[in-house]
Each structure stands twice: as C-alpha cells, then as structure tokens.
C-alpha cells in the first residue's frame, strides 16, 4: 500500500487514480489527521506528499 498525504490540494485524487492505474494500492489521509506514529502503524510500502496550499505547523 502507497500512502498518500493530502495537503488540502484538488489535484490529491487525480494522483491517487494515477497510482491506483498502476496496480497499485492507495489510501489518502489528511495531512493534518495523521503523525508519524500512524504512519509507521501503517507500514506503507512508500510515501506520496501531495502539492497543495496547507503545509503543517509540525512536522510529522
């Protein structure tokens, strides 16, 4: 599974169905609704960090 962080950006879902053509599987969560420890629960095989105009006050 790909993870892909969605930085409030409308062009998230376009690349979601880019990686998902692929084969590949992919689940989108909001930038501000998971830290690392989330993220490492989740053993993605790799990370995607979408454009977007909201960027986080802490880094995960």
Do not use: W
Not at 20 to 43: H, M
Request: charged share 25%.
């Amino acid at each position: 599974m790909y993870l892909l962080i969605d930085n409030y950006d409308s062009f998230t879902y376009n690349l979601a169905d880019l990686v998902a053509e692929t084969g590949r599987d992919v689940q989108v969560c909001r930038c501000d609704q998971i830290g690392r420890n989330e993220i490492a629960a989740l053993k993605p095989q790799g990370l995607i960090i979408s454009p977007g105009p909201k960027r986080l006050s802490k880094p995960i």
